[in-house]
């Protein structure tokens, strides 16, 4: 009626949300001028990275004191640092 027929779609890929570079590359690889629409499912973790925030569903509604926003950035780059150190060496 007013759907959409999806019979033939692909199935819906799952993939981790925290994962930029999968992401990316999934993305890349569809095909998205005939068929079925796709549909991607990234898995994420509320707060992930920031270790008073990770898996605490408060953080998407409270406001965060200066000095959290300033301890939430620190934690942050340093996993950032850390990741970009990991892909460099793996070259």
Not at 16 to 38: K, N, R, S
Not at 74 to 81: P, S
């Amino acid at each position: 009626m007013g759907g959409r027929d999806v019979r033939g779609a692909p199935p819906p890929l799952e993939l981790d949300g925290h994962d930029g570079d999968a992401l990316v590359e999934t993305i890349a690889h569809l095909d998205t001028t005939a068929g079925a629409p796709h549909v991607l499912v990234a898995r994420t973790v509320f707060g992930k990275g920031v270790s008073y925030m990770e898996r605490q569903i408060k953080w998407h509604y409270s406001p965060m004191s200066d000095d959290e926003y300033r301890r939430a950035l620190a934690e942050v780059a340093e996993q950032e640092r850390s990741a970009c150190e990991a892909r460099s060496s793996a070259r």
